[in-house]
């Protein structure tokens, strides 16, 4: 979906959404508990999307479409309103969202994992699923991820350059068929006109990487903005002599990297990979004809006479 509600405006359809919800459910006498019980889900999830403080799924409103006889009032609110705006974000990274939404260009370097940016929805579930474990608060991290993405795919987007270091690619989060299509997800969004996807190789150990990860930010206006993350928050920057050192540092690193092609290429090896690990196992009977014919072998070898090797002399030390 597009920014149709932006600024201030946005902050209210969330809860409009809930009062339209809260109308439905009180003239059919139910309870907040009675609806999640029925969804099912959890009550707490009831009432915070009817407060506006929780997003909900286009399957919450259509489930409760049907349940509350609406006329599937719910389910086209839900399509009518950007629910960037809505989508909780952790503290720090709420004004690193807020770029995104209004950059009009993003150039980043990644260790370890994918960028958010580049994530597909499997990926992203895997690496929250590693530390949440309320699958409610997972889905809206994933979701609030995901829809920082939209205007980086669409037609006019802005440009969003990004150098991956290779362990990206072999760092397994969520197992191999999830990491194939993740791989098949960049090579889509690499072709692209305004992103390019680079890898800075293993076998390029001269390369002048950088500590951690970091994304140079252009915004309207002129604003250049440095963001870094440590452990457990967001870092940022707009002093342009720490924006022109990390850019010079960026742009070495792009031109000693692969190319855009080059990368790809590596990105289909690294794919094909994951591939071969998710082909299934020979069956018992070829296994079973294979265990003789190695103990075949290794009867042979036993039986066959040994010829002794001839073994060098310890050379004599001259005076």
């Not at 720090?92 to 370097?109: G, L």
């Not at 979701?143 to 690619?169: K, N, T």
């Not at 031109?255 to 082909?279: F, K, T």
Request: with cysteine.
């Amino acid at each position: 979906m597009g920014r149709r509600n932006a600024g201030s405006s946005g902050a209210s359809t969330a809860a409009v959404f809930g009062e339209v919800l809260r109308h439905f459910r009180e003239a059919v006498g139910l309870t907040q508990e009675g609806l999640a019980a029925r969804i099912p889900c959890d009550r707490s999830h009831v009432a915070r999307v009817e407060a506006g403080s929780r997003v909900p799924q286009d399957t919450f409103a259509k489930t409760c479409d049907e349940l509350l006889g609406t006329g599937g009032v719910l389910g086209r609110l839900w399509g009518r309103i950007d629910w960037y705006p809505e989508v909780e974000h952790p503290d720090w990274f709420e004004r690193r969202a807020r770029m995104d939404a209004e950059a009009v260009a993003v150039r980043a370097y990644q260790t370890q994992v994918m960028p958010g940016l580049l994530q597909t929805s499997a990926y992203a579930t895997a690496l929250f699923g590693r530390r949440l474990s309320d699958a409610a608060e997972v889905d809206e991290r994933v979701r609030a991820r995901l829809s920082r993405q939209q205007r980086f795919y669409a037609a006019g987007g802005p440009l969003y350059v990004v150098v991956l270091d290779e362990g990206c690619l072999r760092h397994v989060v969520g197992g191999t068929a999830v990491m194939r299509d993740q791989c098949a997800h960049l090579l889509a969004v690499g072709r692209l006109p305004n992103v390019r996807v680079q890898v800075a190789p293993l076998s390029r150990p001269y390369l002048d990487r950088p500590d951690t990860s970091l994304s140079l930010i252009e915004l309207p206006g002129g604003e250049r903005w440095v963001y870094s993350e440590s452990l457990d928050r967001g870092h940022f920057s707009d002093d342009p002599t720490v924006f022109t050192r990390h850019n010079a540092t960026y742009d070495v690193l792009r031109a000693d990297a692969l190319s855009a092609p080059e990368s790809a290429a590596l990105i289909s090896d690294v794919m094909e990979g994951y591939e071969s690990h998710e082909q299934p196992r020979p069956e018992r009977d070829h296994l079973d004809q294979e265990q003789p014919q190695r103990r075949q072998r290794r009867g042979l070898h036993r039986n066959s006479p040994r010829i002794p090797r001839r073994r060098p002399r310890p050379r004599q030390q001259e005076p």
